[in-house]
Nanobody, 121 residues
């Protein structure tokens, strides 16, 4: 059974940086899109960054230029480097896997448990 596990969340001040990691287990086929979503308090979950196995990458406008998604296909790891963090980046961050290069959450068939990111002003 495919499982995803995030790590690396925490609390930082405005302008700080964090690196989130997502470890996939239970499958060896790396031909999936990996994505990071986040859910802020009182808001709907939103896509933050996605990366296909062919290295296509896309970011939400709110994080473009500050966040970087990367993958280690051999190790089934996905990372999200977050720089210049702002209070509005606060939320629970989830990694997810899909067979499609999409922002539609319904197309993501496996999700991690989430990791909390808190940015204080």
């Amino acid at each position: 059974q495919t499982q995803l596990a995030e790590s690396g969340g925490g609390s930082v001040q405005t302008g700080g940086s964090l690196i989130l990691s997502c470890a996939a287990s239970g499958y060896s086929d790396s031909s999936y899109t990996m994505a990071w979503f986040r859910q802020a308090p009182g808001k709907e979950r939103e896509g933050v960054a996605r990366m296909a196995s062919d290295s296509r990458i896309d970011y939400a406008a709110s994080v473009k230029g500050r966040f970087t998604i990367s993958r280690d296909l051999d190790k089934n790891l996905c990372y999200l480097r977050m720089n210049s963090l702002k209070p509005e980046d606060t939320g629970i961050y989830y990694c997810a896997a899909s067979r499609y290069y999409t922002w539609f959450e319904s197309e993501y068939y496996v999700w991690g448990q989430g990791t909390q990111v808190t940015v204080s002003s």
